[in-house]
């Protein structure tokens, strides 16, 4: 039996209430992108150490997962548009099923190829949960809180990332006293393939816990019934637009441009941050295992959760560009300590650097998504600002490569100081292009 709703669709596809079961519910699948993409941080060293590449090669974990994300948001959109929210939800957890089924194989073929297919299978399921839900959390309800709904579904999103490197620490990496490349340094022969084996093997073990919750939330999402959250069509307007039309229409929009931009630079930050801060703990650390350097990724996920709440309220008193450009600067800085201080000390600005992120991404997302005033062009500008996530692909292979060429990891923070300076020269313009006592209140970014 479906469980129902019993809030109203507006005509401008909104909602008159938001039906809470369904909205809590949906937000249950943020956290599961968050799982997903703090494994792949915990995946690089992993990966690095047995199959014994350089940083950028390992940093192509990111490109693969980030790069499904790109190839199939815009057909995700339009099947979407052309069946429902709750149907791209529901295409996407099964895509999503069988990425992490695909483990099983990879963790006995034991090729790096494999392993990278079967991520980017998992990131194309995600594609198309993100392209829904992140779009579809902020129609649930009346038009004026669109984005603090968004901003709820996405305090989710870190609690999933925390989750998954603490599957990670424990399953992955075990409580080895010497890192990966000290264990396999130590033996050769048919005894350090088979060391190399179990290894790989263990990479298998958190996707079956993440594949049992991805099976009861499909349970769950059939049996619900969701709205259709669609405007209503006006008299002689098109039923629907077109990935030409509406790429005409969005290019036209530079506010909009803007804000993709800020996006790719946004997550490329972010990502590239994150997939290097447990091997900064060991080059830095020596004698450190894996094991032991996860513990700086826990407190980087705690810290981006944490720090969500004080740029909450200095959002809600200053208004979210004054506040962005501020934590921007004190981003870029802290970074470069990083990059250039010492050693002991510069292992810790990384997971510190969290506390600066967690307001970035709602913030663009629902500024940018909100310049579309004519929402049939939504759900196929939605996808476009999911494809931004390609940024998350493009950063890490350049922070890699730095790391190669330069020899020094830590120097490689160079890269997301850059990223951090862009984000602020993105919203000093939009400082300047908004009027400053115009600046959206504080409840359309009090959830994230």
Known sequence: MLIPTKARETGDGYLDRTPMFQFILLSLL??????????????????????GISDAA???????????????????????????????????LAAYIVGCALFFPASHVGTYLVFLAAIFVVALGLSFLETSANTYSS????????????????TFTPLGNLTGVLLGKFLV??????????????????ERQALSDRLLGQTLLPYTY???????????????RYPTCRPTRREN???????GETLRYLTRKPAFMKGIAAQFVYVGLQTTV??????????????MSEYDAANFMIVGFVCFFLGKFPANFLIGRFGPSRVLIVYSILGALLLLFV?????????????????LMGPCWPTIFGGTLDTIDDKRYQETGGAILVMAIVGGAVVPVIQGFVSDLSGSLQFSFIVPAVCFLLIMGYFVDHLRRVDPELEEPATAHAGH
Not at 139 to 154: C, F
Not at 339 to 355: E, F, I, N, R, Y
């Open 339 to 355: 990059a250039l201080g010492p050693t002991d000390l510069a292992v810790w600005g990384a997971p510190a650097a969290s506390l």
């Open 274 to 287: 994150w997939s290097f801060t447990i091997r900064l703990a060991l080059e830095n650390t020596p004698g």
């Open 58 to 92: 390992a940093a192509f974990v990111q490109s693969a997962f980030y790069g499904g994300y790109f190839l199939i948001a815009i057909p995700a959109s339009r099947v979407i548009k052309a069946t429902s929210y709750k149907a791209g939800v529901m295409i996407g």
């Open 237 to 243: 307007e098109p039923e629907s637009a077109g990935v």
């Open 139 to 154: 129609m649930l309800g009346p038009r004026k809180q669109a984005t603090l709904r968004l901003n709820i579904s996405q």
């Open 210 to 224: 993440i594949l049992a919750v991805l099976v009861i939330l499909f349970v769950l999402f059939a049996v619900t």
């Open 173 to 190: 990496f075990g409580a080895g006293a010497e890192s990966i490349e000290a264990q396999l340094g130590a033996v050769s022969g048919a």
């Open 30 to 51: 943020f956290p599961m992108w968050g799982a997903a993409a703090g494994l792949n941080d915990v995946l690089i060293p992993q990966f690095k150490a047995v199959f």
